[in-house]
């Protein structure tokens, strides 16, 4: 069936890693993000990877006024519309307690703006009958650490948001999967001490294909990241609020 | 983060580097990092010695930048960045019936560092080398970006291809590829049963690709012996390849000691029959035999290895068996030795081919090896050869000025293209390539 995608935040690695995967088997992408020149290369590389139709265009998470053109872009193409978010920002914990104001913009990446976007989108995908959602999060999202609490609310509110999302497109026919990633080797990680079991991007992307595929409401990738958490979750708070983990 | 500290090597690990390393993933990121904090670019250090390192200093590594930009077609010319590999683009594009003209020994090798080294294949007597089937380079330094082509920057060019990185950071370039029938080839292999034979299949071949293996542990009468593999891209259908292995640890010393080299030279020799054979196989089996093994290197050991690798006028051949014959009696050798036919095909002031017989053989790094290489690169400079520097790691600037004669011209336009240094790695530095005081 034909299926086109609408990837938030295409620049980043994990982004364009999917975008490829899905170009490949001659889906369509519309590669959504700021920095234009760069989407503009990779709708070329799409392309020439086989996907039907390749478009790079502008998205802000921060610009909702925009979203409404995106959607009817895609309405555009026929068969189901899918929809990728790879959007979030991180600023570190230390700049966030110095300017708690930042906490607006971190909120406004990682969970408020891709929302947004998906509520607009919702309609379409509703009236088409089925499509993927499908929502990057993050295992910092799983529970509030001191080292980075603020992302991983922001997070942890957009997995909650995927699920009641979940919830609504089911009915018609559609599905959302909650990705939630381990270490991934990105611009993000680089360089950043205490990485271990450093996933690639491509394998990710390989990981949500398949959970795609199969329907999967919530993954971890890697897939261990789901037994790391699983003891993190679990440690009693008044040991945890103690840790530094 | 911008910045990771790394330990690092090149694909020998007999040398090593301590960088700054980037890696952006935007052009936009790399423009910063030129304009900011610049260095040499590096791909997947697929180079054995330290052509990719610098000790203390920056690195920028460009494997994310990795897409196609545009194909064209009806004339076959391929816009790509440099950190694509050439086998991401052999196998993408050879159902399409293109491949790159020319294609290393390995598919990890990035197209900026094809051109950096200007590297050479199985066709080399044919098509010539890498840098010759470029129809522009993009370079960026921390004035701007600049597209060159060989007809209207030829200095810059020929410095650029084959120049190891020094005349600024290769972004981007437009590969004419070549058609070719399918994804699968056709190879026949046939024995040789010693120098003279082996030496008169490579003469004799008429094929797109050709390649020898030899036996560099062989002696006497068997001196030379080894497989001449010929080849040719068709159109059919083989099973794919299952997944990759890789190599989970350095291996002990022994592993690749003398008698097992020698057991095992002698069992991969004998496996093809006397009469000869012809096998159809994935095209990427034949043109990256050892990429099925990731992180072969590992084999050696901790300590690494050294390839040596030279090419000698056609004439030199007496004197290349010569060389063979040190590399025999030192039994030293690995199962890795391959001999070729090269035509007259380079691009660049620096690069590696002239028409004679290449000879590559891997070391292990212990014993007396780097002294065998020593005397090997005599042995090369006197019979009028080179040595390749995408492999080496122990050669000397005196040598060096002497095998490449166009080294001044080379370093006038490096001088030229980056005036303050800010590209040099180890190997321009141990090489003294760019003149001055060393």
């Known amino acids: ?245 | 983060m911008t910045w990771k500290r790394i330990e690092y090597t090149g694909w020998g690990r007999a040398l090593t580097a301590e960088s700054e390393i980037a890696r952006p993933e935007r052009l936009s990121s790399l423009t910063k990092l030129l304009a900011e904090a610049p260095g040499p670019a590096i791909g997947n250090c697929r180079s054995y010695g330290d052509a990719c390192l610098n000790d203390g200093g920056r690195a920028l590594q460009m494997t994310r930048l990795d897409r196609y930009l545009a194909f064209d077609p009806e004339t076959g010319i391929l816009h790509v960045e440099a950190g694509a590999t050439i086998g991401d683009i052999a196998r993408d594009f050879a159902p399409r019936e293109w491949l790159p003209a020319v294609m290393p020994g390995t598919g990890f090798a990035t197209v900026g560092g094809c051109i950096a080294n200007d590297v050479h294949g199985k066709n080399h007597h044919i098509h010539g080398s890498f840098g010759q089937h470029l129809a522009s380079i993009t370079l960026m330094t921390p004035k701007g970006k600049k597209k060159i082509t060989p007809e209207r920057n030829a200095a810059l060019f020929k410095a650029t291809v084959g120049g190891m990185g020094q005349t600024g950071v290769i972004t981007s370039a437009e590969l004419k590829m070549m058609a070719c029938k399918g994804d699968i080839i056709t190879v026949t292999e046939r024995r040789a049963e010693d120098w003279d034979e082996h030496l008169t299949l490579l003469d004799n071949s008429r094929a797109t690709y050709t390649v020898g293996w030899i036996d560099a542990t062989a002696k006497g009468a068997a001196l030379g012996r080894g497989i001449v593999e010929e080849a040719e891209t068709g159109l059919g259908l083989v099973p794919p390849r299952k997944k990759a292995k890789s190599v989970p640890f350095d291996a002990p010393g022994f592993a690749l000691s003398s008698p097992v080299v020698k057991l095992f030279n002698t069992a991969y020799y004998r496996r093809v029959p006397d009469r000869g054979r012809t096998l159809v196989k994935p095209i990427t089996d034949f043109f990256f035999p050892l990429d099925r093994i990731h992180d072969w290197n590992r084999l050696y050991g901790k300590a690494g290895f050294h390839q040596f690798q030279c090419v000698v006028p056609l004439a030199s051949a007496p004197e290349l068996k010569e060389m063979l014959e040190l590399i025999a009696k030192a039994g030293l050798a690995s199962p890795l030795a391959v001999l070729k036919r090269m035509g007259k095909g380079r691009a660049g002031y620096m690069s590696f081919p002239m028409e004679g017989y290449t000879l590559a053989v891997d070391f292990p790094n212990r014993g007396r090896a780097a002294q065998v290489i020593a005397e090997l690169e005599k042995m090369c400079a006197a019979a009028g050869g080179r040595v390749y520097l995408a492999k080496d790691s122990l050669a000397t600037a005196a040598s060096v000025a002497k095998m490449y004669p166009e080294l001044p011209d080379y370093a006038a336009a490096v001088a030229k293209a980056d005036p303050e240094g800010i590209f040099t790695t180890d190997l321009v530095r141990r090489l003294n390539l760019r003149g001055g005081a060393a």
């Open chain 1, 1 to 245: 069936m034909t299926e086109t995608w609408i990837i938030l935040g295409a620049t980043s690695s994990m982004a364009r890693a999917l975008a490829r995967a899905v170009a490949a088997r001659g889906d369509g992408v519309l590669l959504a993000g700021r920095d234009m020149e760069d989407l503009k290369a990779l709708a070329a590389d799409c392309a020439l990877r086989g996907a039907r139709v390749a478009e790079a265009i502008a998205f802000d998470a921060r610009k909702p006024n925009g979203f409404k053109k995106i959607v009817d872009r895609a309405a555009r193409e026929e068969g189901m519309i899918s929809a990728a978010v790879f959007v979030g920002s991180m600023p570190p914990q230390s700049e966030i307690d110095a300017d708690p104001a930042l906490i607006e913009g971190t909120v406004n990446d990682s969970f408020s703006g891709p929302a947004m976007f998906l509520q607009t989108l919702a309609p379409l995908m509703e009236e088409r009958g089925g499509g993927t959602v499908v929502g990057v999060g993050s295992v910092a999202g799983d529970r509030g650490r001191i080292g980075n609490y603020v992302y991983g609310a922001a997070k942890a509110g957009f997995h909650t948001y995927l699920s009641g999302l979940r919830n609504r497109l089911t009915r018609s026919g559609g599905h959302v999967v909650t990705v939630k990633p381990g270490f991934v080797d990105t611009a993000m990680t680089w360089g950043i001490e205490g990485m271990f079991l450093v996933a690639p991007p491509s394998k990710v992307a390989e990981d949500i294909l398949k959970a795609v595929e199969k329907k999967k409401n919530v993954i971890y990738t890697p897939f261990f990241w789901r037994y790391i958490m699983l003891i993190i979750r679990h440690i009693p708070e008044p040991i945890f609020k103690k840790m530094s983990i």
